[in-house]
Nanobody, 114 residues
């Protein structure tokens, strides 16, 4: 079973930046499309961005131009660079393969507030 450990969240003011990291155990990481998901209080968990094994990417409209997903297969790590953060980006952020199927990690809290 792959284990996922997210990190890099925190409290940031509107317009600020954060870089999230997700480390995955196991040697099969490079074969999968990986994604970042987020869940705000009282809402469902949604896919925010994904990156295929060939590095093609997709973003949901609300984060296009502000977020960048990348991966380092040698380190079994996927990243999410988040710029121009908005209060509506506040959520717990998780990574998983796309579609999800591995056990969820603990997530990392991102709070955007002045």
């Amino acid at each position: 079973q792959v284990q996922l450990v997210e990190s890099g969240g925190g409290l940031v003011q509107p317009g600020g930046s954060l870089r999230l990291s997700c480390a995955a155990s196991g040697s099969i990481f490079s074969l999968y499309t990986m994604g970042w998901y987020r869940q705000a209080p009282g809402k469902q968990r949604d896919l925010v961005a994904r990156i295929a094994s060939g590095d093609s990417t997709w973003y949901r409209d609300s984060v296009k131009g502000r977020f960048t997903i990348s991966r380092d297969n040698a380190k079994n790590t996927v990243y999410l660079q988040m710029n121009s953060l908005k209060p509506e980006d506040t959520a717990v952020y998780y990574c998983n393969k796309v579609p999800s199927g591995w056990g969820w990690g603990q997530g990392t809290q991102v709070t955007v507030s002045s």
